[in-house]
């Protein structure tokens, strides 16, 4: 494999920039600067008799699409939990109460609204009725220690926190970590029943906030479409958090682009095996709003569920990491019901392995994959799939889909480049560059680190640390992240190259690949694997031997490891974890 | 029927508001004005970290729909015409080297291209090649006369024309009206055969420039997404032009909405039986890039054409004023064709009559009801199917999808307002009101008529003309153009109500009824009528006795006309020309 990146590109993760970006541009250090661009060329003829009007201008906002869809289909079902039912028209008054409520708990416009809580009814509402009060939504991780909790309760400056009352209890234990000279913030419980009991307190009950607002509440608009929506901070393993936020510009036009690379109709029913918590449930809370959908909430994922809600409600589309994915071909057959109809399923994440894809077209579902970060809104590529690829193999299909493919309608450009020069890397699927992305579906920057955003924006792209090829037909491959490529002997290796030999070895589960530091090689690539149940006799040296008939001999992994594998609440492999474990063996 | 409009505010259609917008919004008298709202609260917080920069900002336009397309759908077929077929790629390109082109022939950008051309595949790629030279659009009607083409070459000021070969004689006929003192544009040929001979001359070939393009021409985008893309002539019938601007982001916005209301998938079928010239062919030329779908063009339309194509080319979408599906369901039986699968039909103008929709049934089509003018980039509401009206019958599902439904998702409000007081009227089916729009979709303004722009705008929202009353679910329903209702003796008669009753005559093709001034009563019901073949001995009386039976007897027509009813190129029924022949009577 050819590479292109310089080591020092591969090695410093953050390179300078002589060039800034191209002409024809504007600039501005705010975030809610100025919006034409005075630097063109004065011979632009400019037209008479137009003018700027509430009739012909209101900010983009996925607000819009709750108030439309209360009159469109303001009697369809928006939303199922258990016995918990709501239409469109219910869901947008809850929400109108709701935001009501808000702007009387002695917070402005601009302030921001934590939440931590399960694909419950509550934290969709939340999604809305927050931004309906000018106030800005971080939706936090379920699984985040105290520790990490409390930094993220700081960071963000979170003026209420929502609390599930499963969580309750690790909502105050980050809170006691908290710094004490700052104010911490008012617990609002989200709880299923009236007659919940705890030892813990909290400030408000959610149905009660509900119940006191006013359903004739006047939206507070943003006060222009770049003003913030929502901050998510990344399931990155660094200390320093990164608050990704986004713009209520942005996340209507993910939310429509979104949508689009679902193929979703008028109504679809969406189940929710994706965290709403993470990238805003890939902006199909707002996404589904728009097209109208039903909203199946679970509170926990597990194949019974899937299989019963797919049944009972018809469900049209979810989505999932691999682990999804997964756990459903893994499924027991007792728990596994058969699909109503086709059910389509998009992943991301990583890309889907062609054995999981199999069963899973065998079990009645179209996997679809998609790419992106939370820096990109979530969803920001698609593997548009061709009409020519459905007659090959399925190894053949399973390897094309694996791609990511292609920017999604949202985006003004997707490129591979070498970060170091900024050139476009040959579509030869051979030479490697990093992912690049520009367009109005990035975000508007890292919360109060300017330094991290301009070093992610450098050179008018942003910078996605994933290294990939770019085919002769235009689509992405990613191959690495920029952190994990192993220098070996002078040769990059791709990670994913070896784990997808890995997991093609018959008594493999899952396996993830890192750099072992190793005195003559500089590093070699060590792999950690998880083997199926029945396949314990394995040993280490079959796996090198296997991988060795398979790669050229240096991507073989020099060291094999058995055992679990650490990950992320979203189901990603922490391979920081893994290269400490490397490290000090 | 309750009406709530006063009679001056129907009698003066332009009334005079002292009420302003409401707060929270902002405005300027230029058309590239500021973007944020300084009136906002200072209350509002400002997040620190934020960048605005050219990796998250680019401005909405639809060009990036063929950008797009030229990767994610490049084999795919973007046009056919005849024996000509192009892909997404090809057409990428040929736009690519056809705006190089206009870059040389001695225009600025803001500089207005016009185009007098049917459904061939040069007026499609004239849809992006234009803009993406930074030059603005001016779609002209094909059957215009030439006086009225000169007037609206002169009132666009329009540097260049592209012609059709076989309107080459109609242009030279308007350029020669032409104010002599004032530089005529220059005229590019569209000729399908490079042996094309004519006696009138023409300074450009339009394959010519193609060919003599770059396509590695850098597009020239817009300064600010509100920059014109497109000049769009009302086919109105006053003498004073209006050229209805639309922006970037509006025609963005708009094809994305009209996408979703036409539920397209990807790489649909798209059969061009409304004209291309007729707001840019219902923002669907750039719609139908956005999905990567194929463009199906006719010179002509007729019934054995739209048979012909849907069979050989699988159509899945089309659209049409109801002329079309008249047309469609009065075709001899030997012109037909078997429709390979359900095909979608859009159409707009005015409201399906119930006969024909069960004949558009049958043959296979399932017609959807879309409204708009030019001022909203044509579709703005869609009567949204209920799936509880699937059981009704066949009258009812006719008179409910008679409707003009709700707002598209690219629309922020829809109401039906007195345009005095601006109050909302009741959700009643009964009170009518102005139909008013506000949002993204609305044009930026006529074209040098600040007056007319300020007056359609009054009060914060754009005044459609169309007189509407509200249903309790939300629903609209147009009753009239707010010009067209007639008062007879102090009771306000909806014109479209008569018409509907004597559409459902057996002996009636179709029919239109204006005012006819009366000494009594002010103004009588006046029917123009077309017969169908073979009733021609039905009396004009038995007409009028069917109308006092089945409406109230102010409202059945006092006088009826049998004769072909004047028609717009769109297929209006052009009620000046009646009401002057009314007058006359």
Known sequence: MRILLSKRAIRTLTPRFQRLWSTHSSFSTSGSGGFSDDSKPESWKTMEGLLRSPANFSPLSPITFLERSAKAYRDRTSVVFGSVEHTWLQTYQRCLRLASA???????????????????????????????????????????????LSVLLQHSEAKILFVDHHLLEVAHGALAKSD??????????????????????????????????DSEFEVIKPRNEWDPISINYTSGTTSRPKGVVWSHRGAYLNSLATVFLHQMPVSPVYLWTVPMFH????????????????????????????????????????????????????SPVRER??????????????????????????????????????????????CVWKPEWDSLSLEERAKLKSRQGVQHLG?????????????????????????????????????????????????????????????????????????????????????????RVLCSHKAVFEAAVVARPDNHW??????????KEGFDCVKPEEIIEFCRDHLPHYMAPKTIVFGDLPKTSTGKVQKYLLRKRADEM
Chains 1, 2 share one sequence.
């Open 102 to 148: 808000l702007t009387h708990l002695g917070i402005s416009p601009g302030d921001v609204v934590a939440v931590l809580a399960p694909n419950v009814p509550a934290m969709h509402e939340l999604h809305f009725a927050v931004p309906m009060a000018g106030l800005i939504l971080c939706p936090l991780n379920t699984r985040l220690d105290t520790s990490t």
């Open 180 to 213: 004490r000279t700052r104010k911490t913030p008012k617990l609002v419980l989200i709880s299923q029943s009236s007659s919940f009991h705890s030892n813990h307190s909290f400030d408000y009950d959610y149905e009660d906030l509900v119940k006191s607002g």
């Open 279 to 330: 990238c805003n449930g890939w902006c199909l809370i707002w996404g589904v709003a728009a097209q109208g959908g039903t909203n199946i909430c679970l509170r926990k994922v597990s194949p019974k569920l899937i299989f019963k809600s797919i049944a009972t409600h018809k469900v049209t589309h979810m989505g999932g990491a691999p682990t999804v994915l997964n756990m459903i071909v893994s």
């Open 337 to 382: 019901r058969p699909l109503p109809h086709r059910v389509e399923i998009m992943t991301g994440g990583s890309p889907p392995m062609p054995q999981i894809l199999a069963k899973m077209e065998e079990l009645g579902f179209n996997v679809s994959h998609l790419y992106g970060l939370t820096e990109t809104y979530g969803p920001g590529t698609h």
């Open 411 to 499: 985006l003004e450009g997707l490129e591979v480049k070498d970060p170091v020069t900024m050139e476009t890397v040959p579509s030869d699927g051979v030479t490697m560059g990093e992912v690049m992305f520009r367009g109005n579906t990035v975000m508007s920057g890292y919360f109060k680190d300017l330094e991290a955003t301009r070093k992610a924006f450098e050179g008018g792209w942003f910078h996605s640390g994933d290294l990939a090829v770019k085919h002769p037909d235009g689509y992405i491959e990613v191959k690495d992240r920029l952190k994990d490529v192993i220098i070996s002997g002078g040769e990059n290796i791709s990670t994913v190259e070896v784990e």
């Open 522 to 531: 500089g590093q070699t690539p060590c792999g950690f694997v998880k083997l």
